[in-house]
């Protein structure tokens, strides 16, 4: 079981995360949606896509774009279309 906390909040749990590069990307299903906000930052990876970022806010914090997701991946990428990845302090527990 993966579990994403910030500010003592858990912001997503799955036992059903995908590594990539050290990163575990939630299934949106496990997402606590209450507490993101969309971004409008996106950046590029050349395998797998256009990323877009959420901003998390917990009791009244902001984190800037500290999750980023893939929502039209490229082929190699394409099992992680709309999971949710963390950084920016996020701690992930697995």
Not at 28 to 49: A, I, L, M, Q
Request: proline share 6%; with cysteine.
């Amino acid at each position: 079981m993966a579990k994403a906390i910030w500010n003592n909040t858990v912001l997503a749990e799955s036992d059903q995360t995908i590594i990539i590069e050290g990163n575990h990307y939630f299934p949106p299903s496990t997402v606590n949606w209450d507490y993101f906000v969309k971004s409008e930052t996106h950046t590029t990876c050349p395998w797998k896509g256009e990323a877009s970022y959420y901003t998390i806010v917990v009791n009244g914090q902001s984190n800037p774009d500290a999750a980023w997701y893939y929502p039209n991946p490229k082929e190699a990428a394409r099992q992680i279309k709309d999971y949710v990845a963390f950084w920016r302090g996020v701690r992930v527990e697995a």
